[in-house]
Every structure is written in C-alpha cells, then in structure tokens.
C-alpha cells in the first residue's frame, strides 16, 4: 500500500520533529536511508515475486536504529567516552550486519551511558536523553536512545546489548518490549566495549522492538546459525507452561522496595493468566534473590575458567591510554574539570572495593552456581517466573546515583545465563511505563516470546506517549 521511501520518509520526519526534545539520535544517515529504500522500491518494482523476497530478505525494507556502542558503518563508535570522540566505524558489528543483509534500513545510532555501564542515558559526548512520556525522568541505560526511540514512534526495531539490564530496564522505563536471549547464542563481536573473560557469558545482544510480534523474527536474523540452539519453531500451548510469580527480591538492604502500582501491575497479570488460561499461578519465595547484586558483583569480576582477570572499569576508561584514577577524576569533577560522568567514576571507586574481600566474593560466586541450578530446576522446559522489570517507574533524572543497585532486578538473570523479556503492561497514574520480566530456562526463549504477545493482547502493550 505504501512504498519503502514513504515509510522511511515518515520515520526521519518523526525524529526531526521530536528528536530535538528526547535527543535519543546522536547520528544520523537520513539520506543513505533514503537511498536504501530507494533501491528497495526498484527491487520491488523489477523484482522475483514476493515469497522468494520474504524468504530472502524478511526485513526488506523495515526501518531500525543501532545503540551507538555497536559498529555500524560510517557512524561514531564512542559509547559517550569523550576519548573516542573522533572514532568512526569502519564496518558494521556482526548483527547490524546481519540486519542489513536481511533487508533492514538503518537511521543512524542512538545514545547510551558512558561505557554501556550505568542506567541512566548520558555522558559527556552527546548529552542527556529524556524519557518521551515525561521529559524530566529517565530513559534508563545502557540501551537508553533505543528505548526511547522506540518508544517515540521514530523506530520499529532497535538494537542493544546487555549486561545488568541493558536491553530490559530502558525497554521497561520506555513501555517497549526488549529480549535478553540466552546467554551465547547471538553474536556480541563490533561493540565497544565487548565483554572479556568470565563476562562474555553474561553480555547478550538483542532485540526491542514496540510490537512484540517482532522479536522474534529479529531475533532468528540477530542468531543467525546459532538459532539452531534455540526451539523457536516448537508451537507454545500458553495453557501446559508452568507459570511462577515472585512479587520482590525479598527485601535487599541495597535495593528500593518495589513500588505498589508494579506490584499491582504483576498482580492484574497473575489473575489474567489464572481466569483467562486457567492455569494456577505458583508464588515462589527463592531466598538468594536477595543477594542479586551481591552475587552479579561478584560473579562479575571473577576469573574466568582459564584463571584470566575480568577486565578492569578503570583501563576502559582510560580506552588504551593510562588507567584512569577514579579517586583523582572525582576531585576534577567536583570542581567540573572531568571528562567523564559521576556514575563512571562512581563504578571506577567500587570496583577496587569489590576487590578486597576475596573470600567473600568466592562464598557469592559459589552462591551464584547455586542460584542457577535451583532457577533451572523450578523452570525446567515448560516453566515460567514472572518478576519485576524493576522497584520502580522511570526515576527523575540523577536521582539513580541516589539507589545505585536497583538495576540487580535485571542484573542477576545476566549471571545466570537466562533469556528473559520485558514486557510492558500499560501506563501507571502519573502517566508511566509498568511492565514485568518473563524469565525461562536456558534456550526456552520461545516460552517467553509467546508469553509477551499474549500479554500484549492482555495489556495493550506500547501506548504512543502523549496519547492519554
């Protein structure tokens, strides 16, 4: 009904219009897109018919925005570190590149938190992105510009990464969907920074995306050869999955207590699932979740099984220069001479704390193995957990430097190895984002993609900001 260049027209005129007030697109390539949907509309004008095309390329045509941590070609690739704000991306990251080669037209990158590590969308490079539904609060991060470019209407599929929520916790602050895949199973190469050591089992690259119809054909082109390894084409009978529900963490010293319009969000889910499927929602109380970011921290900065040192925050601050001293930055910062961001900083102090109390840090690894095997055994292949996305609505911006730890609701599920998707449920009474996690068994992801589109179907799913 519409040609490729009307669609891609439509979407750069949306994020000029709203772009000036959430700045989630720190880049863009508006008139190579053009050309691109150009060329497909010739293809589809001369072109072999259409099953051969959808075959060939299933995205042909789609618009998409890439986290600017991720190479895509001719684009920066600082992820907001003013060292590399010269650097431009000489080739495309393995899954920008694999989207390309589906069809999908990029529209330039969106912003991040300084070296993809905390959950607020800012740095010294591009500034500060604002939540589309309330400019004074948050898009959360690292995966922040994807979020809320989604959620802006000024994309239809986003690319993230993600290793203490990075993909879930801006795709719930935003109302979007977002997947953490199994751990390994999309290909995490052209981002920076990568993961080394231990924690390359814990980053996982995915899709966000408004619809959640969308995951999962994204996801097969994201996996490429390694979608053998999860079941996507096994038909899900909603009504035979074991559904499971935890309301909190049980009560961690470190992290805020979840706010009630979650609590009532998940609560609304649960009797959903129960009157409409008639399954039994189980309660769940597991003791160890209470020590989430405990066991991520120290997990985190283990040795991997070859005895390697994960790499330190402080030598990627200093990206191939000298280690940064964080206890120096915090003075230059004070009196606004630093380049870098408080909540860097921040990370670069607690990192070296962590450090200290090694037998403690084994006591929580070992917990951690523990944790996974009584998660794996609960959700077995047919089970599902229903937990919180996080304690809380989109914060006003700087205030997570207040509750640092509150991202461990989506950081434990990293060390884990778990896929889980975020999915949102509508918008609470000050006009905000709700939604809540599905969590299955390792390489089940086609559990928790069928459930976030029957949820979709319940909830609504994305609510266009500034609809209500």
């Known amino acids: 009904q519409v040609t490729c260049t009307e669609v891609v027209e439509a979407y750069v005129e949306r994020i000029k219009e709203v772009n000036p007030l959430i700045n989630a697109v720190v880049k863009d390539r508006f008139e190579e897109a053009l050309q691109e949907a150009r060329q497909v509309d010739k293809l589809l004008s001369e072109g072999p018919g259409d099953d051969c095309l959808e075959e060939k390329f299933p995205l042909l045509g789609v618009p998409i925005t890439v986290k600017e941590a991720f190479s895509l070609y001719g684009m920066p690739n600082t992820s907001g570190l003013v060292n590399r704000r010269n650097v431009i991306a000489t080739s495309d990251a393995t899954v920008v590149s694999r989207l390309k080669q589906a069809g999908a037209i990029p529209l330039g990158v969106t912003n991040c938190s300084e070296l993809c590590m905390w959950y607020e969308s800012s740095n010294r490079v591009y500034g500060r992105t604002n939540n589309p ?29 993600d290793i203490g929520g990075s993909i879930r916790m801006p795709a719930f602050f935003n109302g979007v969907f977002g997947h953490k895949p199994t751990a390994g199973v999309v290909p995490n190469d052209g981002q920076f920074p990568n993961a080394h050591g231990v924690r390359t089992s814990y980053l996982c690259t995915g899709p966000m995306c408004r619809y959640a119809e969308d995951l999962e054909p994204v996801l097969r082109v994201m996996a490429g050869p390694g979608v053998s390894k999860l079941k996507l084409n096994e038909k899900v009978s909603l009504e035979k999955i074991k559904f499971h529900c935890m309301d909190h963490d049980g009560g961690s010293i470190f992290v805020s207590p979840v706010d009630k319009e979650i609590l009532q969000a998940q609560k609304k889910v649960v009797e959903h699932l129960e009157s409409d499927l008639g399954v ?189």
């Open 133 to 161: 539904y309330d400019l004074q609060r948050i898009v959360g991060g690292s995966s922040g510009g994807e979020g809320c470019v989604l959620a802006a209407a000024c994309s239809v599929i986003g690319v993230g990464s």
């Open 280 to 468: 039994r929602v189980q309660h769940v109380a597991i003791h160890k979740m209470k020590y989430s970011f405990q066991i991520w921290s120290a997990m985190m900065s283990s040795k991997d099984s070859e005895g390697q040192e994960a790499q330190r925050f402080t030598d990627l601050l200093g990206d191939h220069g000298k280690p940064v001293w964080p206890l120096w930055e915090l003075m230059k910062w004070l009196v606004g001479m630093s380049s870098h961001t408080l909540p860097a900083i921040a990370l670069g102090l607690t990192e070296k704390l962590v450090n200290l109390n090694l037998s403690g840090k084994a006591k929580l690894v070992s917990m951690g193995k523990s944790l996974q095997e009584e998660m794996e055994a609960l959700l077995g292949p047919d089970g599902v957990l229903l937990y919180p996305s996080h304690p809380t609505i989109a914060p006003k911006h700087h205030s997570p430097i207040c509750m640092p730890f509150n991202f461990a609701y989506t950081a434990i599920f990293n060390v884990l190895g778990l896929p889980v998707t975020q999915c949102p449920l509508g918008l609470g009474s000050e006009g905000l984002p709700l939604g809540i996690q599905v969590v299955a068994a390792a390489y089940n992801d086609h559990l928790t993609l069928a459930v976030a589109q029957y949820l979709e179907k319940a909830f609504g799913g994305w609510v266009l900001p500034g609809k209500v």
